[in-house]
């Protein structure tokens, strides 16, 4: 069995060496021609890569050539609209040159019809002339100027004199009014040193005001307010101000002490 084997694999590898053989060359062929292609595919690739290189290269061309006209159109525009802007203002210079022309001809017109016996020099020195009366009369003006202002504040110093005198007597004159509001002192508590006087915000009084007690001409001492409401002032008596052998009554007379002083 074994040499049957044997044989049988024998026979194969004959037949499979007869049907290599026989085949080799159509194989080789075969792998010939697959290797052309290849060949031929990398040699139209590369030709492919060359040709998207010059389109590149065409566009990159192409973009430059856009950016000149572009910018060339850009410079054309300016241009134009330097031209025309020329063409004004040498319009314009035209027309000013010919007003020119013709006010130099209203010149030469006015000096051909000067009166007898004037003439350009004569009008020089009168020029001249007239200057000189006018600087002297700006030199007279500068000096007028300069005593106006000396006298300005001289004024306006004697206008602060008496503005300042004009307010101490408006000071002096509500210090008056006010003390003209006097009071009179109705009750007197000796034993707790305060008095009660019958008047109060509607006599003029205020809280930090300083009092007199006045009797006749006299001052017999001095107030300091406790308490003040509309028509009522309660005011300690101030014993160290008030006169030897007197005595703070009601019916003294309270006046500010403003004016006093």
């Known amino acids: 069995m074994t040499k049957v084997l ?6 194969v590898m004959v037949v499979a060496g007869f049907f290599s053989y026989q085949n080799r060359d159509s194989f080789i062929n075969t792998r010939k021609g697959r290797i052309d292609t290849v060949a031929k595919l990398k040699e139209e690739m590369r030709k492919v890569a060359e040709v998207n ?3 590149t290269g065409v566009r990159d061309k192409i973009a430059g050539v856009t950016t000149e006209v572009s910018t060339a159109t850009e410079k054309l525009n300016l241009a134009k609209v330097n031209l025309k802007r020329a063409e004004s203002d040498a319009e314009r210079y035209g027309k000013d040159v010919e007003e020119k022309q013709n006010k130099i001809g209203d010149y030469k017109k006015q000096i051909t019809n000067l009166p007898p016996g004037v003439t350009l ?3 020089n020195e009168d020029v001249n002339k007239l200057k000189q009366a ?7 003006v500068t ?3 300069e005593q106006v202002a000396a006298k300005d504040g001289e004024v306006k110093k004697t206008q602060a004199k008496l503005e300042g005198v004009i307010e101490k007597i408006e000071s002096r004159k509500k210090l008056f009014d006010r003390n003209s509001l006097s009071a009179t002192i109705v009750a007197v508590n000796n034993d707790w040193g305060f008095v009660v006087i019958d008047g109060g915000e509607n006599k003029g009084i205020t809280a930090d005001a300083k009092l007199l007690v006045t009797r006749g001409q006299e001052t017999i001492g001095r107030l300091n307010i406790i308490g003040v409401d509309n028509n009522k002032t309660v005011a300690n008596i101030d014993q160290k101000s008030v006169r030897p052998g007197t005595s703070v009554a009601p019916g ?3 006046i500010l002490e403003t004016l006093f002083q």
């Open 252 to 254: 003294d007379r309270v």
């Open 53 to 55: 290189t010059e389109i």
């Open 134 to 140: 006018i600087a002297d009369s700006e030199g007279q």
């Open 121 to 123: 020099e004569t009008m």
């Open 143 to 145: 000096k007028i100027q």
């Open 6 to 11: 044997f044989l049988l694999s024998a026979v």
